[in-house]
């Protein structure tokens, strides 16, 4: 790996987002993610390398830290925005279709829960791992699912809850987007879902955490 | 009884905060500690948190069912519960609020792509209607200790069994709506950052320091609290 590419993988990691961010303090005026992504793109690195050697490897570095409890969500959010802002850099050419994203991951939280944090942390980590995220918000009925599922061949799918009270609603579109869409991966995750829930309603995939999502869409694509 | 608290009353410091999102004393980064600083300073100087609750002396209690009835209103609050407040001679209704300002202040953070600053808003709202409801618990203990009664742990719909669809039951008591606090048709309540429940009142009945051993319910998102 270039140097280039390992000082924006290092920025990621540690959420130093570009030259005025004052953090982490060993990092202090020196440029950025934002700064040494745009220099990468100018030197010729192809925008590809950049998301498959830098920021999928910082992401999944801080994912894994995350999983062992060495980190907490605060640094999670630092080092997404690091990633976001090289990605402003590199968006351009995933829509003139220079650079292939590994797929689509369309993701909400379920119908009559209101709570974000928790769907946005597993979007922000698996757009990291190089996935388009189609973010349908909170309180997401199945027809909404089904909706994007339609427009979006091929994606997999998401169902965030935090509430005891709204997994219901998750097996109901779980049970649906299951008869709707057969081959269709669909994970599910939340603070009160569990391995066994995610097997009595028929879903995929279950992970405690961010990175088990990466960790298992690697294997799909 | 109608009560408000200021969030300085109920902000407990940057260390306790950042003890939320996992961190041990003194080991959350600077740009968090500095950002839970900045916020909570932002808000402690309009941030007013409000809660209120009634008290009902006559209720029915039903061992078979599990259910609480006063004034013609049937809860069924399920075995866990019904199992703590059993002994009451009274309940107390309550409804606690962070208010809007802190949850909206979170969204708009959260849209604009700042999602850091989005979640200390979201910890900040949630310890603040928590606190809130541990203050409003303490002053209803205070009230009833003069008729020589104690009081129960509190119990919200959606817990312990109880289905959170009771919250319907529960809100219409509360007709003047000093909270401000609205249903939605899943009965989830808005502004996000709010409590609501029961607490059982009486001579015979016990305040559980540690809740949790009553529910074998592992992933609850209050498990742990010793409200």
Known sequence: MTEILERISTCVEFGKVDIKSPYPPAMKDQEGAF???RHALDEGIKPGEILEEALIPAMSRVGQKFSRNEIFVPQMLMAAKAMSSSMIHIKPYY???ETKRRGTFIIGTVRGDLHDIGKNLVSMMIEGGGWEIIDLGVDVSTEKFIEA???????????SALLTTTMENMRKSVEVLRNRFPAMKIL???APV??????KIGADFYSPDPQGAVEYLKTLA | ????YRYSELLTGIDALAGVMGYLPGTAPEPVTDLIAVLSEELLATGEARAEYIIFDHVNLDPVSKTVEFEGVVFHVKPIIFSQIK???GVALFICTAGREVGELSRKSMKEGDLLRGYVYDVIGSEVAEGAADRMQEALKTAVALSGMGITNRFSPGYCGWDVAEQHKLFSFFTENYCGITLTDSA???PVKSVSGMIGIGRKVKYAPYKCQLCDDKNCIYRGRKT
């Open chain 2, 1 to 4: 009884m109608r009560l408000s």
């Open chain 1, 188 to 190: 599910v995750g939340g």
């Open chain 2, 87 to 89: 002994n009451a001679e």
């Open chain 1, 194 to 199: 569990t391995e066994d829930f995610c097997r």
């Open chain 2, 188 to 190: 989830l309540m808005n």
């Open chain 1, 95 to 97: 829509l003139s279709g």
């Open chain 1, 35 to 37: 700064e040494l992504t």
């Open chain 1, 149 to 159: 599922a339609e427009k979006h061949p091929g994606a997999v799918i998401g169902l």
